[in-house]
């Protein structure tokens, strides 16, 4: 009997194991439907609303479990150059990693893209969700990719401190009947 139990919690547990892979992996995400002149923008320089650019080949994922989860790449003819004199330049340079099987999203490149010079961030959505901003690096041979990275209140609403008066009013929670 002691056997049958011990088998018994051992598939339960390689079960549930599995089971949270998966869920974390593969089963939160989903296709982002296309939405043609609003999937690429970038803030332009002196504020004002996102203005978008040319691109092809769009792809992207999204989670609704986490603002955070955000991933997107794609093709512009557009210069990083040319676009740094019009529109809102980002310092971060270490983009978060995209689950392994969304191949067209590699952190590690981009992040050395953008140390060596060969790419450049811009903030392209300040806020999409409170305290996440959208950023894009785009490359000197025209592939851009995109993701969601915690603003200066994102992080301070997240790790516990004082928000204060600089970051805007936290969104009501929405109620669920």
Not at 20 to 37: A, I, N, T
Not at 65 to 78: E, G, N, Q
Not at 99 to 117: N, R, S, T
Request: with cysteine; hydrophobic share 40%.
């Amino acid at each position: 009997m002691g056997k049958f139990l011990s088998l018994i919690l051992i598939l339960s547990g390689l079960a549930a194991g599995g089971a949270m892979y998966y869920l974390q992996v593969y089963g939160f995400y989903d296709d982002v439907e296309l939405q043609p002149g609003r999937d690429v923008v970038l803030t332009p320089l002196g504020g004002g609303e996102p203005l978008p650019i040319r691109y092809s080949g769009f792809e992207a994922i999204d989670a609704g479990s986490s603002p955070i989860r955000y991933r997107a790449c794609f093709s512009t003819d557009l210069k990083p150059d040319e676009l740094a004199q019009l529109f809102v330049l980002s310092d971060q340079d270490m983009p978060r990693n995209a689950p392994g099987w969304f191949d067209c999203f590699d952190a590690e490149a981009v992040a050395d893209a953008l140390a060596e010079g060969r790419a450049r961030s811009f903030v392209s959505q300040k806020n999409v969700a409170y305290g996440v901003d959208r950023i894009i690096a785009i490359t000197n041979e025209g592939r851009g990719y995109v993701w969601h990275e915690l603003n200066d209140c994102g992080k301070k609403a997240y790790d516990g401190t004082v928000v204060g008066e600089e970051c805007p009013p936290r969104p009501a929670a929405e109620e669920t009947n």
